[in-house]
């Protein structure tokens, strides 16, 4: 079965250094991962995605994300952290079945609580 | 803007009655639409599929008499909790994709509070 793992509840960095929030994933065949981003309250914010292709992903607000595939990970990153980045990070698997003609089942890691500090 | 919309963004009930929550793919069909459930500060829990014209698919452990999913349409699946409990209290999300997309989208996410 499909899974991601990220082993930090909490990540806390300074404003202006560079942040890191991990993900590991485990699956059979070629990974389709992704990054969403939640504010209190709101519902989920699409940051970016690996489908194929380069392995460092660019996405929304400045983050990027590395996929390894010899470590299994896909590590969110942003070179300099801003106050407002401050949000719960969730990284995510596709279950995908495609005999179903495209089945868009998200598999979600715990999520990790992003504190950024003025 | 929002692809995915989702109504009411609270509700509060009462206690052994139903509520209803619609999610709507705006500017796309969706053929397939997923419910999540989440606690507070905690991870999403896929409910269910929806899928449109046909039953919606529930994962284990989810009560398909309680939380009755209904996709008439191409952009509106429904999620009706029925006789609710203040178990039932949380924040309810759905998504959806377009057909040859691999950019999931989520709506804004509904609280529900039995009282």
């Known amino acids: 079965a499909q899974s991601v793992a990220q082993p930090e509840d909490q990540v806390n960095v300074a404003e202006g250094n560079p942040l890191t929030v991990k993900c590991t994933y485990s699956?059979?065949?070629?990974?389709?991962l992704f990054w969403y981003v939640q504010y209190p309250n709101r519902g989920l914010q699409f940051l970016l995605k690996y489908i194929t292709g380069d392995n460092l992903v660019k996405g929304s607000y400045g983050f990027e994300a590395e996929f390894n595939k010899s470590q299994t990970s896909f590590h969110l990153k942003k070179p300099s952290a801003l106050v407002s980045d401050s949000a719960l990070y969730f990284c995510a698997v596709r279950d995908f079945f495609p005999f179903s003609g495209g089945y868009n089942k998200l598999i979600f890691g715990a999520g990790t609580r992003l504190a950024v500090h003025p | 803007g929002a692809v995915v919309s989702q109504h009411p963004s609270r509700v509060i009930c009462k206690s052994g009655t139903s509520v209803k929550i619609e999610c709507r793919s705006l500017d796309f069909q969706a053929t397939t639409m997923f419910w999540y459930r989440q606690f507070p500060k905690k991870s999403l829990m896929l409910m269910a599929t929806s899928n449109e014209g046909s039953k919606a698919t529930y994962e284990q452990g989810v009560e398909k008499d309680k939380f009755l999913i209904n996709h008439a349409s191409l952009t509106l699946s429904t999620l009706t909790v029925t006789s609710a409990h203040p178990e039932d209290s949380s924040f309810y999300i759905c998504s959806a994709s377009r057909e040859s997309g691999n950019t999931i989208y989520f709506g804004e996410g509904s609280w529900l509070t039995v009282v």
């Open positions: 699956v059979s065949g070629n990974p389709y």
